[in-house]
């Protein structure tokens, strides 16, 4: 008769794991979509996560002491990490733009200059 109380312990443990493990599952996927991005800068997030953790975690554009301060300034400066990354890609490439819009869109926030 001890088996019972036993056996239905387990049981609420195991319901109230899968709970849990169900609310835990956020894939990169959904963060995009609660963030709203566009395609295109949901695009340059799995490119900005392939190539650039290399040197520098997200927290280069959130720190207090940020240098960059407007949109263009953040293209000069995506072009250089790239250049020093050693990958080919020219300032108007589709991934090139999708990664600096990926940024701008969920760090930075800057105006973008009319005929962008
Ligand atoms: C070879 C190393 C390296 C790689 C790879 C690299 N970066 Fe950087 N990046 C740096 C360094 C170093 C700094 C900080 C420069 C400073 O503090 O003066 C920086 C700073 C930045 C900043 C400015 C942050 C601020 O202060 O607002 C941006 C934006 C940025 N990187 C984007 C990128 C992107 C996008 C990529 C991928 C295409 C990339 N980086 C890849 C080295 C790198």
Redesign the pocket.
Known sequence: MKMIPYFLGSLLFVTASLALAENATVSPTNVSEIENLTEEAKNGELL?NA??V???SHL??I?E????HNYDS?KI??ER??E??G?E?WPDDDEMLA??AY?NEKY?KFEKPADE
């Open positions: 900005h190539k650039c290399v040197c520098h280069v554009y720190r002491n940020r240098k960059i953040l400066q995506v990490c790239t020093s990354l990958i890609w990664v600096i940024l930075y």
